[in-house]
């Protein structure tokens, strides 16, 4: 039986090859978009989840109580680790890992090659599960940064040798070249994780970094823990807590929370520290629109089914007469419809491999698992069946409902629940089309004001040479780069535009509230380079040696953080600060020991997410490391980089000259952001070309329908207009109420999006006008094709058998 209703539905299908074609593109199409959606919510899903003891696993947090809010940082003391796994049993073990930029000298390469590098101890080997093919990287050997390579690096770099005991120089950013002991080679580290790496480099801590420090100065950096099954979390919490405000004999500034491995990449908002991280949202998001997809391409289908009950209800009548049963005829009408989605599934199966390398490209990473692994695959093919059962479930039910007598009376066409049916579902495709176009308009507007807002400095032409060592050629190199042809301006600074609010922090109080104030240094001419805007006083004069800091005694200085807040120095303020702080140029505040000179525009010194921050700049005079900031006449960028590339070799033959621009730079803060615009533009092209398909053979149905009423409108004097119009206004009239739906939705939805920016629009009312004014031109362009075709059909041949 299931054999012959398979070859019935075969032939029927090739019968009707514009409904069909019509059906197969429309599930094709939406198959293959929810497969390759699916695919990156897999892999977005799935970081963190290899690692065997990867449930025992947390990433240590540091909550700054000093802020409102209490700020969390995913960070902790580097004495964090050895003392807390001494001090409490819980803890079985820990490791301080970071993921790095390394350049390693290998082959015939002078200039280095780049690495990420999961800069860890040795330790991280009895926490995560690499598997070590050669050497014994656990065992540290001294006097050396031990390196353990990839097998792929091992064969490309060291081809049918054994690079174990090898040294190897890097070509480090600031500081002498190191040499870097093979002491293993690993399998590839997994791409999905968040410590995704090329190289591991192990290093050993002095005695006084394994301490937890009480006061003074201490480093900060990304600590892991592993603790013992069945430990109680939320209570070790609490333990670890009063632990560290034992030994400090007082409250401390920090308290301490614990991250779940497996939360890291998804469930973290540190861009700052951590480079390779997700978001969750952006998986619901994804989520939402494969459904959507599918979706759509389901209503699709069953609408254009159901359409289809006036073609099918002689057939219908013809078999119950015959003594068909309903259940026979339901298996009939079902067998057909999953033939449907089984042809569909292949293509889009057939599509889906051409798609992955487009889709590795687009998230940046080789992809680990895919649909056609065995478990996945098997899933998809059960969730096809099910969906293809559930779909077609109801259209075969309608089909095989009619009786006999009720076909031969042509009653059929009355069934309201039909009508309805089909209404209610051109109104669900249409909703979800108009609020994905209105989303994509809101998102391309946020990043659009953010690419266009004011920051309070001059974003554009300016060059940023990587952070590096400058020595006591600093002040030599950046005056030859000035004589440069194009160049109007050059600032060494350890702060730049992405690098996060500043380059140090002081914590005070105003009115009753705890906040951080930051601090920027750079030489005398950083407010020139930038163009800052000056609101009243005087910049920093590079001819005046009393405005700057002296850079030698910066440092030799016992804390860079002491001396910038002890020395009584002229400062460059932001109107904000000058505000918040109640302070004033050219008088002492007791809120800090500098004097401004100088009132600057504010300017925002982190992205758009995050709210403007209080600031105070200060001068250092020949400062030997930083960031080396360029401003350039616009043309004149190639020549510009010519030339410093060339002084650059002159002057540090061992660095290697990297570069950006602080326009890319600021985008690349919004990359997220980005990349969801260009998510929401590709699918709501996608969901609109399925809708439209849905309505274009709805109409053809429809106008199949009405071919005799068009006939003796079109004898009675009918224009082509008037036919149009006839066919087209009750879908159009549908296609209005979608519009007032869709708008609440789409408006909630961005407004719940917008709230993670501290600076974002106001959601306007044009944006729905537009999307829904949009939505009925595409419609109504769908529907007028087949209505014109219908109204230039000739009534002889509609009227011929009357």
């Not at 603790?227 to 670890?240: E, R, Y």
């Not at 405000?245 to 007082?250: A, C, D, Q, S, V």
């Not at 051409?354 to 998230?363: A, V």
């Not at 600074?493 to 009115?511: C, E, F, L, Q």
Request: proline fraction near 4%; charged fraction near 20%; aromatic fraction near 12%.
């Amino acid at each position: 039986m299931f054999k012959t209703n398979l070859k019935i539905a075969w032939r029927s299908l090739w019968k009707h090859k514009a409904y069909s074609l019509i059906n197969i593109i429309g599930l094709s199409t939406g198959l293959v978009a929810c497969l390759i959606v699916a695919t990156v919510v897999i892999d977005e899903l799935s970081y963190d989840h290899q690692w065997t003891k990867g449930d025992n696993i947390y990433r240590v947090l540091s909550v700054n109580s000093n802020v409102k809010g209490a700020e969390k940082m995913p960070v902790t003391f580097s004495g964090f680790g050895p003392s807390v796994k001494k001090d409490m049993p819980e803890v079985a073990d820990y490791c301080r890992a970071s993921v790095r930029n390394e350049r390693l000298q290998l082959g015939n390469y002078k200039e280095g090659i780049a690495f990420k590098a999961l800069k860890a101890e040795t330790s991280v080997f009895r926490m995560f599960d690499f598997n070590i093919i050669q050497g014994n990287p656990q065992k540290f050997v001294k006097g050396y940064t031990n390196l353990v390579i990839s097998k792929k690096i091992s064969e490309q770099y060291f081809p049918g040798q054994n690079p174990l005991g090898k040294v190897i120089y890097n070509l480090p950013e600031y500081g002498k070249p190191g040499q870097y002991l093979i002491t293993g080679v690993v399998e590839s580290i997994p791409q999905n994780t968040h410590l995704r790496a090329d190289i591991i480099t192990l290093n050993e801590y002095a005695a006084s970094e394994n301490t937890l420090p009480v006061s003074g100065y201490f480093t900060f950096e990304p600590v892991y823990v592993l603790l013992k099954a069945g430990t109680n979390v939320s209570q070790l919490t609490q333990k670890v807590n009063k632990w560290y405000e034992k030994g400090m004999g007082k409250k401390g500034d920090y308290s301490t929370q614990f991250q779940p491995l497996k939360d890291v990449y998804l469930k973290s908002d540190f861009p700052a520290v951590q480079d390779i991280h997700g978001s969750i949202k952006n998986v619901y998001i994804f989520s939402a629109v494969a459904a959507l997809l599918l979706l759509i391409a389901c209503i699709n289908f069953v609408n254009l089914t159901i359409s289809r009950v006036f073609n099918r209800a002689k057939e219908t009548g013809v078999r119950k007469v015959l003594g068909a049963g309903k259940t026979q005829l339901l298996i009939r009408f079902l067998s057909e419809s999953i033939l449907f989605f089984v042809i569909s599934f292949l293509l889009a199966i057939f599509a889906y491999p051409f798609l992955l390398k487009p889709l590795e490209t687009y998230l940046g990473h080789q992809l680990v698992s895919n649909l056609y692994s065995s478990a996945y695959l098997f899933i998809t093919i059960c969730g096809v069946l099910l969906i293809s059962f559930c779909t077609g479930l109801y259209p075969a039910w309608f089909l095989s409902r009619p009786k006999p007598v009720v076909i031969l009376r042509d009653k059929i066409s009355s069934d309201l629940q039909l009508n309805f049916l089909k209404k209610a579902l051109v109104v669900g495709q249409f909703v979800i089309s108009v609020a994905i176009i209105g989303v994509t308009f809101i998102v391309h507007n946020q990043i659009n004001f953010m690419n266009h807002k004011d920051l309070g400095f001059d974003k554009n032409n300016v060059l940023n040479i990587s952070y590096t060592e400058w020595g006591k050629s600093a002040r030599s190199f950046k005056q030859q780069i000035k004589e440069i042809p194009g160049v109007e301006s050059a600032s060494i600074s350890d702060w730049y535009p992405t690098s996060g609010a500043g380059n140090m922090s002081r914590t005070i109080k105003v009115r009753n509230e705890k906040m951080d104030v930051f601090f920027i240094q750079g030489d005398a001419d950083l407010a020139k380079v930038l163009k800052l805007q000056l609101k009243s006083g005087r910049v920093f004069d590079p001819s005046l040696s009393t405005d700057a800091m002296d850079a030698d005694s910066l440092i030799s200085g016992s804390s860079k953080q002491t001396l910038a807040l002890k020395a009584v120095e002229p400062l460059l303020i932001t109107n904000y600060t000058a505000g918040l702080l109640d302070m004033k140029l050219n008088s002492k505040t007791d809120k800090f020991e500098g004097i401004p000179v100088g009132i600057v525009k504010d300017f925002y010194s982190e992205s758009l997410h995050n709210k403007i921050k209080p600031t105070i700049i200060q001068a250092v005079s020949n400062p030997q490391w930083g960031a080396m900031l360029v401003r350039v006449k616009p043309g004149t960028e190639k020549q510009v980089l010519t030339g410093i590339d060339k002084l650059y070799k002159q002057y540090y033959p061992e660095k290697v000259f990297k570069y950006d621009w602080i326009s890319d730079q600021l985008n690349e803060q919004y990359k997220a952001e980005f990349k969801l615009q260009q998510l929401f533009t590709c699918f709501s092209l996608l969901i609109v070309f399925l809708a439209c398909l849905g309505l274009f053979g709805l109409v053809s149905f429809t106008a199949e329908q009405r071919v005799k009423e068009i006939g003796i409108r079109k004898v009675l004097g009918a224009g082509i207009g008037d036919i149009v119009g006839l066919i087209s206004k009750d879908y159009l009239w549908l296609v209005s109420i979608s519009i007032l739906i869709a708008t609440p939705i789409a408006w909630y939805a961005m407004s719940k999006w917008l709230q993670d920016f501290a600076y974002r629009i106001d959601i306007q009312w044009w944006v729905f006008a537009l999307a829904g004014g949009l939505a009925v031109i595409i419609a109504f362009v769908t529907i007028s094709f087949q209505s014109v075709k219908a109204a230039f059909a000739n009534p002889v041949k509609s009227l011929r058998s009357e």
